[in-house]
């Protein structure tokens, strides 16, 4: 069986050039420990950063403001330099080592601090070497200038500072560094005067600073070299002392080619001039370095013309959609590639322009400088790409954090390779580096499960009461389907799942509801609903609950479709995953069949999660399979790209992808080729008959449990303090001493069960008879699952239709993607890349379900298996009533997430007998 898993495993039937491409993922990270810690520090530290705003890149090094004017927190008041920070980011395709690093792309350590004394204060300040909440940084690479924007100035280092807490030399916008008034204390401004700057830039000699609150930018010709020095030339008023105030909360304003609202940033690339007009949801492009007071600009984005600046103006942007609302007119996106919402930042590389869309939560990027109003971005980051045009939630900036999400990007740096965006709220700074654009999104996938189906649930709280029927409604309209269930005296909530579970499957004989399948999860008094279609399909499907009259049953959907079939595959930490795309490869190869560990390095190419060289077992032009290390769960999300050697000696990577990280989410082995449901590759269990005995309800003193075995008493009395698994082991000890029995006893990988083993292998050991009872009141409860023990086969032979499984029988299901083991022994023994070799007994930390012909079907073990890499397997007892069928459907589920379903057939003897 192994031999032919590894063998599954390994079997599958002109460089385009280095690009970005629509929701990529970053490829490293600065200032926290994964892609998505956002840990915000007991104290600052030279390490993890706070919530960051302006960055610049200066001769290699990149210096970072520690601190924002957005209420991210926390603020630090300081300015960070990473020294070489272009030597300790990999090049893109750099070969990594293999190490025990938990990220190797997390990178950076701060060598130099301003503002503070050290990297531990975050003290504010006004003097010659304090900051207070300063929010951008900016060198020609001699000077350096930091916009200390709560002081109401800018402070210039005339040469790169070389030590912590080292003082500026000038001061703009005060006449002295013990001073921090705005526009010297007056209302109106001046050529020497500052109101909360934002933005500062050095083109050359040449500085320019976004005067916030004045709506204007300030231009010195030459780098000041005297406090208090007035500018040289404005933009955004008519002249110096000019100030026309606007309302930033209201519509009344007015958008003009020459004027501002709360500039935040202004940059140039030597030719053109770029402003972030916050407050008027544009950026302005003058096509030339402006000379004189108040010149226009030339063109304006996130905006139809000049003259407007509505946040996402998509009515005069975007392409109505298809929809019409009731009144019969036109609908049109709440954001397009056209639209802006208090962007941040504008920076060019002299081909390119990328835009910090701060209110949007995302980079746009043109692949050519703009030159028309309101012109469509090329490309989108920083949203995931199933939700690219979709407005964040915005009473919600911080999120969950991912390789590929940002929450109001500030700031944008460029080293010729590297894109660096500074993300306050997850207090990082991503770097997102171009690839060839050959792993799509969603395409890393479970190996084995390979679709996503949509996913709702229903739940069940209140009490039940005879004769409460509950009707659930699947479809809308016409089609829509309903399956009802009324309680019976006793019933409990598990009844009402159960018997909703079955009409919804189509247990009685019917073909099941044609849109999704149901589970039960009656720990949680729950019902899943998983798509039979995968895809988005799946999240079309309308379902709904009602209620008879006086019942204090409450019904409570997950909401009114079902969801989750757009999302990427989402996958569990040591899944064995499929990488999907083109030019993958230029070879195919394998793995060696007895490799332990697996190969880091295949057919010239190599995998990286979160920098981790991952284990491969396959390679191809259109298809990698590889380990996601265990390591990764501490995450939710990770990042991935494929290094490639080609043929010709060449090395290119792909463009980074992000992996969405859950606990768990189950795949179980198939069939490569096919249609979903493929066959499954499953085994028979034992070559020995089986039966199981399941221990329940509650441990009471002086109750006695018997299990009898034809007519053979085996008793176990409770004692004081004893538990289901106490009474679990004495029976199985009491049946253990009898040598004389037909049968042996053991423990169940999973909850409080006797599993019973014919001594005899083959058919002689079919048909021991297997009852129970228990003394009266007894509060402990005893089932037999089988009759009589069933079902020896060969054991791991394969079920196929020459040799079918039988109803009550012990399946063995192969699956990846469950997720971490217990107990501690087990865990100890994962080891990436490796077979193997813990405890035989160990389980998933999600419990594992299974739905077997529309049945229950009782797990009797979960866990890795040994010998193989990634692999577990799942013990399964099949319910004693199934019929024949040879198309049999199983699925597997952890929580809500539910595997692929996969086929194999059933013969029943009754049925043949009864004919």
């Not at 739940?459 to 409460?468: A, L, Q, R, W």
């Not at 005296?489 to 849109?515: C, Y």
């Not at 040598?739 to 019973?756: I, M, N």
């Amino acid at each position: 069986m192994r031999s032919f898993v590894f063998c599954f495993l390994l079997a599958v039937s002109s460089s385009a050039g280095a690009d970005f491409f629509s929701g990529m993922a970053a490829r490293a990270v600065i200032g926290q420990r994964t892609f998505t810690a956002q840990d915000p520090g007991e104290k600052p530290s030279a390490r993890v950063l706070g919530a960051v705003s302006g960055i610049a890149l200066v001769n290699g090094d990149l210096w970072v403001v520690d601190d924002n004017r957005v209420s991210a927190f926390p603020q630090n008041s300081r300015v960070l330099r990473f020294r070489a920070i272009d030597r300790v980011l990999p090049s893109p395709t750099a070969e990594l080592p293999v190490t025990d690093a938990r990220c190797p792309v997390c990178l950076g350590e701060a060598d130099l601090v301003l503002g503070q004394p050290d990297f531990e204060k975050r003290e504010i300040g006004l003097s010659q070497s304090a900051l207070n909440h300063p929010t951008s940084v900016a060198s020609n690479g001699t000077a350096l200038v930091v916009a200390d924007t709560d002081n109401n100035r800018v402070l210039i280092w005339r040469t790169l500072p070389t030590r912590n807490g080292q003082p500026a030399d000038v001061v703009l916008g005060q006449p002295d560094f013990r001073t921090n008034r705005a526009n010297e204390g007056g209302r109106q401004p001046t050529a020497r005067s500052l109101s909360g700057p934002q933005g500062v830039w050095l083109q050359g000699n040449r500085l320019y600073v976004a005067d916030t609150l004045n709506n204007r930018v300030l231009v010195w010709r030459n780098l000041p070299t005297q406090n208090f020095q007035p500018a040289d030339i404005v933009l955004g008023q008519p002249n110096f002392t000019a100030f026309q105030p606007q309302d930033l909360r209201t519509q009344s304003f007015d958008p003009r080619p020459d004027n501002m609202l709360q500039p935040v940033s202004v940059t140039s690339d030597g030719t053109h001039l770029f402003v972030a007009d916050l407050g008027h949801n544009r950026v302005l492009i003058w096509n030339r370095i402006p000379e004189s007071n108040g010149e226009p600009a030339d063109l304006a984005l996130g905006q139809p013309d000049l003259r407007s600046g509505i946040a996402n103006n998509t009515r005069n942007l975007c392409p109505e959609e298809r929809t019409k609302d009731a009144e019969g007119k036109d609908v049109f996106p709440p954001v397009c590639k056209a639209s802006l919402d208090f962007p941040r930042f504008a920076l060019s590389d002299g081909t390119r322009l990328f835009v910090a869309d701060g209110g949007n939560d995302r980079i746009l990027v043109y692949n050519r400088i703009p030159t028309q109003n309101g012109q469509n971005c090329d490309i989108i980051l920083g949203q995931i790409a199933s939700q690219l045009n979709q407005v964040s939630d915005s009473a919600n900036p911080l999120g969950r954090a991912s390789s590929d999400s940002v929450a109001a990007p500030m700031s944008l740096a460029w080293d010729g390779t590297n894109l660096f965006v500074s993300d306050p709220f997850r207090r990082r700074i991503l770097v997102f580096t171009p690839g060839e654009t050959v792993v799509p999104y969603t395409g890393v996938r479970n190996a084995f499960s390979r679709e996503i189906f949509a996913v709702g649930t229903v739940t069940f709280s209140g009490s039940v009461k005879e004769n409460d029927e509950v009707t659930l409604k699947i479809g809308q309209g016409d089609k829509a389907r309903e399956y009802k269930y009324k309680a019976a005296k006793n019933d409990r909530f598990k009844e009402i799942i159960e018997g909703l579970v079955a009409a919804v499957n189509g247990a009685n004989g019917g073909a099941g509801d044609p849109e999704v399948l149901a589970t039960p999860n009656v720990a949680f008094n729950t019902i899943v609903l998983t798509a039979r279609m995968s895809g988005s399909a799946g999240d079309q499907v309308a379902f709904s609950t009602s209620l008879s009259t006086g019942t204090s049953i409450q019904a409570t959907t997950s909401g009114a479709t079902l969801s989750g079939g757009k999302d990427a595959a989402k996958i569990a930490p040591g899944t064995i995953v499929a990488i999907f795309g083109e030019r993958l490869s230029d070879v195919t190869a394998s793995a060696p069949e007895d490799a332990n560990p697996l190969p880091r390095e295949l057919g010239g190419v190599q995998v990286y999660f979160d920098g981790i060289r991952a284990p491969l077992l396959f390679v191809s032009p259109t298809e990698i399979r590889a380990q996601v290390p265990y390591d990764v769960n501490d995450s939710n999300s990770i990042t991935a790209w494929v290094r490639i050697r080609r043929s010709n000696g060449a090395i290119v990577n792909t463009a980074a992808v992000a992996v969405p990280i859950i606990g768990a989410n189950p795949g179980i082995l198939a069939e490569e080729t096919g249609i979903d449901p493929r066959p499954g590759i499953i085994y028979h269990y034992s070559s020995q008959a089986t039966a199981t005995v399941s221990v329940d309800g509650t441990a009471k003193e002086g109750d006695v449990a018997t299990i009898l075995i034809e007519d053979r008493e085996y008793t176990y009395r409770v004692k004081a303090n004893d538990n289901l698994e106490a009474i679990r082991d004495g029976l199985i000890a009491a049946i253990n001493a009898n040598p004389e029995e037909l049968v042996e006893a053991f423990a169940a990988g999973v909850f409080t069960r006797v599993r019973l083993r014919a001594k005899i292998a083959g058919p002689e050991g079919n048909g021991i008879r297997i009852s129970t009872r228990t003394s009266d009141g007894a509060q402990v409860i005893l089932t037999a699952t089988n009759a009589q023990t069933c079902c020896a086969n060969t054991a791991y032979a394969p079920v196929t239709l020459d040799n079918p499984a039988q109803p009550g029988e012990t399946l063995v299901v192969l699956a990846t993607g469950l997720g971490i083991v217990n107990p501690d022994e087990a865990k100890a023994a994962l080891a990436t890349g490796f077979r193997y070799d813990g405890p035989e007994i160990n389980r998933p930390n999600e419990f594992v379900s299974s739905l077997a012909g529309g049945k229950t079907a009782n797990v009797l073990f979960s866990g890795l298996a040994r010998g193989l890499v990634g692999i577990y397997e799942v013990h399964l007892e099949l319910n004693s009533d199934l019929p024949t069928n040879p198309l049999t459907q199983v699925t597997i589920a952890q929580d809500i997430y539910v595997s692929n379903i996969v086929t194999f057939p059933v013969f029943n003897p009754r049925e043949a007998r009864q004919q």
